[in-house]
């Protein structure tokens, strides 16, 4: 059974380990802090362009919500946010890690396309079950020395079809 929050990457392996960093432990601990701060050096924002899949298997129905880093900051935030207000039953950071699978991620040269997906949720304090069932697909970059997101399609379903 993988450990989902051991990094599946040696370290030897610098792209795939650093990406894997960037968006799964980095990204999981800012957003249950709902702290930008702490990955908004993780993106290149010159260029930054975010697709939503809107959980629909149909590109025809997948939309242009970010066409700027501003637009996708200020979602992200407003998801964090919510989410923080939320009452759990269950510990967030390990249901998140536990759900989180990203181990894929394919490199050619400067660039790299990295698939991570979600599948499973979080117990909430009164009985319910958060779903978390949908993946992304990440566009990243060695920009000034490291790796950064340059854009994404996400909120795909999961699976697909």
Request: net charge negative.
């Amino acid at each position: 059974m993988r450990d989902p929050f051991k990094n599946p990457f040696p370290e030897s392996d610098t792209a795939r380990h650093s990406i894997w960093e960037m968006l799964v432990t980095r990204d999981i601990d800012a957003f249950l802090a709902a702290d930008w701060d702490m990955v908004a050096g993780d993106f290149v924002e010159e260029g930054f362009l975010g697709i939503s899949g809107n959980r629909d298997a149909n590109p025809d129905n997948w939309r242009l919500a970010f066409p700027n880093l501003a637009a996708y900051r200020h979602e992200w935030l407003k998801q964090a946010k919510e989410f923080a207000g939320e009452s759990y039953g269950e510990d967030t950071r390990n249901a998140i890690f536990t759900t989180t699978t990203l181990e894929v991620i394919e490199v050619e040269g400067e660039t790299a396309l990295v698939r991570k997906k979600f599948d499973g949720g979080i117990k909430k304090a009164d009985g319910s079950f958060d779903v978390m069932k949908w993946q992304t697909l990440y566009y990243c970059r060695l920009h000034e020395g490291r790796w950064k997101i340059s854009g994404f399609t996400g909120y795909l379903p999961n699976p697909m079809g």
